[in-house]
Antibody, heavy 118, light 107 residues
Framework: EVQVLESGGGLVQPGGSLRLSCAASGFTFSSYAMSWVRQAPGKGLEWVSTISGSGDVTYYADSVKGRFTISRDNSKNTLYLQMNSLRAEDTAVFYC???????????WGQGTTVTVSS | DIQMTQSPSSLSASVGDRVTITCRASQSISSYLNWYQQKPKKAPKLLIYAASSLQSGVPSRFSGSGSGTEFTLTISSLQPEDFATYYCQQSYSFPWTFGQGTKVEIK
């Protein structure tokens, strides 16, 4: 069964850092681009970042560019999101997602909650 | 960035009703349009990809159409489990963008 499972969320102070992880199973991880999508409380979905299967190409939303870094370890089937200089507006549920241009985001994790507050 | 605009933002409907949700893109996205269903406290679920392709396991009462800048999601006969929020999303170019969502409520 294809699965992705996030971890690493929590409460962090403004200006702080947090690293999210996403463990993938059930598919050839290195063959697929992976993404992070977030949802602020009571709000809609916001794409955050995407990384290619090999890890050499990355894309970021303007709202996180320069503060967040997406990476992956294909030997561990794990996706990461390093989040620095966190702001209150980064408070959200962060979803790890497997998707592509032609086929949409077909696999979602259960989400991990990040709360930025003093 | 490509802006995605859904209408309506919410609707009330009864079980058995035919429901249509519209999504408009600010520029042509060919057929790179996807539809998701999200229930409270749950992850989104892909319903339709590439504008009109039904994701495996999704009931056939869901259908999608359109290309270019105008798209629709249709639920042919609304079922109790379909009350949820629906989002469109373009995967034509980065940054991927979502519509603001359409909440389907029970009348």
């Amino acid at each position: 069964e294809v699965q992705v499972l996030e971890s690493g969320g929590g409460l962090v102070q403004p200006g702080g850092s947090l690293r999210l992880s996403c463990a993938a199973s059930g598919f050839t991880f290195s063959s697929y681009a992976m993404s992070w999508v977030r949802q602020a409380p009571g709000k809609g979905l916001e794409w955050v970042s995407t990384i290619s299967g090999s890890g050499d190409v990355t894309y970021y939303a303007d709202s996180v560019k320069g503060r967040f870094t997406i990476s992956r370890d294909n030997s561990k089937n794990t996706l990461y999101l390093q989040m620095n200089s966190l702001r209150a507006e980064d408070t959200a549920v962060f979803y790890c997602a497997k998707g592509s241009k032609p086929s949409g985001v077909g696999v979602w994790g259960q989400g991990t909650t990040v709360t930025v507050s003093s | 960035d490509i802006q995605m605009t859904q209408s309506p933002s919410s609707l009330s409907a009864s079980v058995g009703d035919r429901v249509t949700i519209t999504c408009r893109a600010s520029q042509s996205i060919s057929s790179y349009l996807n539809w998701y269903q999200q229930k409270p406290k749950k992850a989104p679920k892909l319903l339709i990809y590439a504008a009109s392709s039904l994701q495996s396991g999704v009931p056939s009462r869901f259908s999608g159409s359109g290309s270019g800048t105008e798209f629709t999601l249709t639920i042919s006969s609304l079922q109790p489990e379909d009350f949820a929020t629906y989002y469109c999303q373009q995967s034509y170019s980065f940054p991927w963008t979502f519509g603001q969502g359409t909440k389907v409520e029970i009348k």
